[in-house]
């Protein structure tokens, strides 16, 4: 059996009490980084092995689905928040699938869900993009197509790349692209900024340093769309 379980993004109290259980049962955890676990084991006093999953790596894969074929009841982890969600756990989880091995995923935390419940955007759907290409035709091709759809656009982005992407999105979306900034997302220091593109990069580009971690919300909408989308069908 393989259990997916998610573990906080930030404030470690984020676990649910089936993860705790799920982890404190499981003859292995596998996870990306045994330090970075052993955080949370530690201050949940979950005394399981930790291995490392190494999903560059297919003596890693081929290693966890061989303890997995043995019958061992094994949790995936990732150093934070929901595996599989630009995070490794997916060829694992395939692999596992394909050889006819239960696998269990468990509700829980994860940034995307956080940041767009925090939002307060209409419910109707989003288009979520994880990490966004480095390239800015490629970010510009993959923006169009999503704001297409009409959808808010959900994006995952590293502290050294937000200006340079805001710059992107106001140099070929236009000034007044409505954007949702969350940072440090259930940490001390949670940041929410909203407004158009121009401002919410004149803000972060007025700081020192930009740290922490960023979800960037775009919505193609206007406020009217907006509402009229979120009428009962
Ligand atoms: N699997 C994770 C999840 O379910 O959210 C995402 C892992 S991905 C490697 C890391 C990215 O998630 C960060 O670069 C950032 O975009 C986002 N992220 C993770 N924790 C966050 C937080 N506390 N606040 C804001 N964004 C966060």
Same mark, same amino acid.
């Given at each position: 059996?393989?259990?997916?379980? &998610?573990? @906080?993004?930030?404030?470690?109290?984020?676990? =649910?009490?089936?993860?705790?259980?799920?982890?404190?049962?499981?003859?292995?955890?596998?996870?990306?980084?045994?330090?970075?676990?052993?955080?949370?084991?530690?201050?949940?006093? !979950?005394? #399981?092995?930790?291995?490392?999953?190494?999903?560059?790596?297919?003596?890693?894969?081929?290693?966890?689905?061989?303890?997995?074929?043995?019958?061992?009841?094994?949790?995936?982890?990732?150093?934070?928040?929901? @595996?599989?969600?630009?995070?490794? +756990?997916?060829?694992? !989880?395939?692999?596992?699938?394909?050889?006819?091995? *239960?696998?269990?995923?468990?509700?829980? &935390?994860?940034?995307?869900?956080?940041?767009?419940?925090?939002?307060?955007?209409?419910?109707?759907?989003? =288009?979520?993009?994880?990490? #966004?290409?480095?390239?800015?035709? *490629?970010?510009?091709?993959?923006?169009?197509?999503?704001?297409?759809?009409?959808?808010?656009?959900?994006?995952?982005?590293?502290?050294?790349?937000?200006?340079?992407?805001?710059?992107?999105?106001?140099?070929?979306?236009? @000034?007044? =692209?409505?954007?949702?900034?969350?940072?440090?997302?259930?940490?001390?220091?949670?940041?929410?900024?909203? +407004?158009?593109?121009?401002? !919410?990069?004149?803000?972060? *580009?007025?700081?020192?340093?930009?740290?922490?971690?960023? !979800?960037?919300?775009?919505? @193609?909408?206007?406020?009217?769309?907006?509402?009229?989308?979120?009428?009962?069908?």
């Amino acid at each position: 059996m393989l259990y997916v379980v &998610p573990t @906080p993004i930030g404030n470690l109290q984020d676990i =649910t009490m089936r993860a705790l259980e799920v982890l404190k049962a499981a003859d292995f955890i596998f996870c990306e980084d045994t330090r970075q676990s052993a955080k949370l084991m530690q201050n949940y006093a !979950v005394n #399981t092995k930790l291995l490392r999953y190494n999903e560059a790596d297919a003596n890693s894969i081929a290693r966890c689905l061989d303890i997995l074929k043995e019958g061992k009841t094994c949790a995936l982890i990732s150093d934070a928040g929901t @595996p599989c969600v630009s995070d490794p +756990g997916w060829k694992l !989880v395939k692999a596992a699938r394909q050889a006819g091995i *239960k696998i269990n995923a468990l509700p829980g &935390p994860s940034a995307l869900t956080c940041a767009l419940s925090g939002a307060g955007l209409s419910g109707g759907g989003f =288009t979520f993009l994880g990490f #966004t290409s480095r390239k800015q035709g *490629k970010i510009v091709k993959m923006i169009s197509a999503a704001f297409a759809l009409e959808k808010p656009v959900v994006i995952y982005e590293s502290p050294h790349r937000v200006i340079k992407f805001l710059e992107i999105i106001l140099q070929n979306f236009g @000034p007044q =692209t409505k954007v949702i900034s969350a940072r440090e997302l259930t940490k001390t220091f949670e940041e929410w900024l909203q +407004g158009g593109v121009e401002e !919410v990069l004149a803000n972060l *580009k007025a700081r020192k340093k930009i740290l922490g971690e960023f !979800v960037l919300i775009l919505d @193609p909408r206007a406020q009217n769309e907006e509402e009229e989308q979120d009428e009962p069908a």
